[in-house]
């Protein structure tokens, strides 16, 4: 089974998948190492990834891979062929903090968390994969091991499909 851990940037999916039991692939690595990128995008500092080239490498990944499950990490993850996909969400201001920790300048950490309170990654998430393939965590003050445990609800099944069920857009009114 291929998962798609998803969230906006700062949601805390590298975290969480570290404390997880599954064949856990960071796709923001893959695309550095195997130069699957078209080009930078100097104004937000980042690489512009070749979609269709990580689903090919993604592919062939999966084909060689023994595991039952593949959980695939990124920002990106929701773009790709998954079974599941499971959304981490995080209050945007907290969020917004987290990037600027991070190094983030003050306008790229703003633009991820107006993307979050507009629910931008689950949206898309919802349009590839339908409701039904979805799951939502609210990672806000929470701990990484309890984000964890509800992932791992999520993969194996334990827990019901939760689209729209958190809803910041009251930080839209700031």
């Known amino acids: 089974m291929r998962v798609a851990l998803t969230g906006t940037p700062g949601t805390g999916k590298t975290t969480a998948s570290e404390r997880l039991p599954y064949d856990v692939v960071h796709l923001n690595d893959v695309v550095r190492e195997h130069d699957l990128w078209t080009e930078r995008d100097a104004d937000r500092d980042s690489l512009v990834v070749d979609v269709e080239a990580l689903a090919a490498w993604v592919d062939e990944y999966v084909a060689s891979s023994d595991a039952d499950v593949v959980l695939l990490e990124s920002h990106l ?98």
């Open 77 to 174: 993850a929701h773009l790709l062929d998954v079974d599941r996909v499971v959304v981490l969400r995080c209050r945007p201001d907290l969020l917004e903090s987290r990037l600027r920790e991070r190094g983030e300048n003050a306008a790229k950490a703003r633009e991820n968390a107006e993307s979050e309170a507009l629910d931008v990654v689950l949206s898309e998430s919802v349009r590839d994969h339908g409701a039904e393939a979805v799951y939502e965590v609210d990672t806000t003050d929470r701990t990484p091991e309890a984000v964890a445990t509800d992932i791992e609800a999520a993969v194996e099944g334990d827990r019901e499909p939760s689209a729209g069920t958190v809803d910041f857009t009251e930080y839209l009114q700031r």
